[in-house]
Structure formats: structure tokens, C-alpha cells
């Protein structure tokens, strides 16, 4: 799209489906450089892939020839089907339905990033029901808990 551009980065959060511990160490790393890969082959920026067991967190840049659903539609899509092809669980592995996404500052990547990058440490006192629903408060967006992605404490 000639003439258009944009500086927008997005920290977008998607679950498991059924809230798993289905993304194991073992081929984490993979994944997070697949979801990379899906970023750029979409037209976005990959700033941060990381996550736990049970969910994904990913910091990019917006590209100009997508809206937020379409491009998180092709990421979740792409990468379970990934996931799915590797065999890494033994049943069929998806994502639950929805995301989160939220704006930031560019002065604000670096902070995003070591945030996105150490979310081992962080969910050992912070589980991910806490973690999103702060992320929920802080943006004041507004939410019924019955939307939101199923947690199992």
C-alpha cells in the first residue's frame, strides 16, 4: 500500500484450549520462532514471542494491510495447525476462541519485551487468571468474566 505507514505495536495474549499444559519445554522455543516466522510472513514485526504452558504472549508490529482479528486469526490458525503436523500432543491441539490485545508505546517495547521473555519466572507467583485480568484493568477495558478465556486455578 504505497504512502501508508504506521508505527503501531501490539501485546496480544491467546490461550489453550481447555486451559492444557500443552506447550512443553521441549518444543516451546519452536514454537515461539514459528509464531516469529508467521509474524513476518504476515507483513508484521516480531518483537517478542514467549509464553508458558498454557498460553502465548506475542509483541509485534501492526502491519498496514490487516486488521488486529485477521492477523491473530492467521497466527492462532497457522501455528495449531503447526503444532498439530509436528504431533507434539497426542490429541488434537487448538486454541481457545478470543485474544487479548493491547496497544503500546514504542518507548515502552524494551519493558514489554523482558516481560514476554520472562514469563517463567512471573507465573511462579502469578498465575495467568491474575495476569490477564490486571493487563484487563490496567487497559480499563471492560469485561464479564464469562467471556473470558476458561481458567482453571
Known amino acids: 500500500m504505497p504512502n501508508t505507514y504506521s508505527q503501531i505495536t501490539i501485546h496480544s495474549i491467546f490461550a ?5 499444559n500443552f506447550i512443553f519445554k521441549e518444543w ?14 504476515k507483513g508484521g514485526k ?17 502491519p498496514v ?14 501455528s495449531s495447525k503447526w503444532i498439530n503436523e509436528q504431533h507434539f500432543v497426542k490429541e488434537k491441539f487448538r486454541w481457545q476462541e478470543g485474544y487479548g490485545a493491547f496497544s503500546y508505546a514504542k518507548s515502552q517495547r524494551d519493558i514489554v519485551v523482558r516481560y514476554i521473555m520472562n514469563q517463567e519466572e512471573h507465573h511462579k507467583i502469578k498465575s495467568f487468571k491474575e495476569e490477564y485480568k490486571k493487563m484487563l484493568t490496567d487497559f480499563e477495558v471492560d469485561y464479564e468474566d464469562r467471556y473470558l478465556f476458561d481458567f482453571y486455578d
Open 16 to 20: 489453550v484450549k481447555g486451559r492444557e
Open 28 to 41: 516451546r522455543d519452536d514454537l515461539h520462532r514459528y509464531i516469529s516466522g508467521i509474524i513476518a510472513n
Open 46 to 62: 516480531s518483537l517478542a514471542v514467549g509464553g508458558w504452558q498454557d498460553h502465548v504472549h506475542i509483541l509485534f508490529g501492526m
Open 65 to 78: 494491510t490487516s486488521s488486529i482479528a485477521e492477523f491473530m486469526s492467521a497466527v492462532k490458525a497457522n
